[in-house]
């Protein structure tokens, strides 16, 4: 299939994927929290772990969801707690393609998180406006982007060798039509480049494609979404491999 066709279907795709997954009961949000566009946050677990400086058990080896997220806007309706029962039936899946990479024993207090802090904005979306809906939907437009496959596909592989961000930003574009947003820790004393850490890929308020960064739009330059990320700088970067101790 050729990028524009594949791309085509794939616009198709994540707009079924939000409206076929959730109807539980929504609640609506302060319109005091503006924000223009949603944020799919991949991050690859071998850097989260670099990240906090914790040998995580065997984390994954496939990048996995660290939140779907309005920009400008947090926290956005306080009377709103996370309610685990209703996304009980999600459960499989949410253990599987958002897991919480650093404590595996307890999702549920990172899911807790990401819903209050970023789930009960993104609310103010009909697609988005439940608990079971923001968490469905999110996995399904994980499922829909296939990051794990596309980069596959792209030959980017974790590898001991080193990519340059411009090529993997590049490559990704080709594939979904929009710019991404490639996240890194910056190299520390004794490195030689910065480790990428994170993928995003961003939405209108109407759920398509866009491109994180518009003409126009405020600099992104230092703007980190983790407490170790920055936006990757151009140049070299490392995408770690697993621990072979770990498979």
Known sequence: MKPAAARGLLLSSLCLALCCRGGARGSPTSDNHEWKKLIMVHHWPVTVCKEVEKDCRDPPD???????????????NGSWPFNFEEIKDLLPEMKMYWPD?????????????????????????????SQKKYFGGSLG???KLELNSILQKL??????????????????????????KVQ???????????????????????????????????GESGRAWGPGLEVCEDG??????????AR
Request: glycine share 6%; proline share 10%; with cysteine.
């Open 236 to 245: 070299p970067a490392f995408y770690p491999p697993p621990p072979q101790s």
């Open 62 to 76: 496939y990048w996995t969801i660290h939140g779907l997220w309005p920009d400008r806007a947090e926290e956005c």
């Open 101 to 129: 990479v650093i404590h595996p024993l307890n999702h549920s207090h990172f899911w807790k998180h990401e819903w209050e802090k970023h789930g009960t904005c993104a609310a103010q979306l009909d697609a988005l406006n």
């Open 141 to 143: 437009l994980y499922e």
């Open 184 to 218: 890194c820790l910056p190299p520390k004393q004794g490195e030689e480049v910065q480790t990428i850490g994170q993928i995003e890929l961003c939405f209108t308020k109407d759920l398509r494609l866009r491109n994180c960064t518009e003409p126009g739009e405020l």
């Open 155 to 180: 030959g980017i592989k974790p590898s001991i060798n080193y990519y340059q961000i411009s090529d993997i930003k590049d490559a990704l574009a080709s594939m979904y039509g929009v710019v991404p």
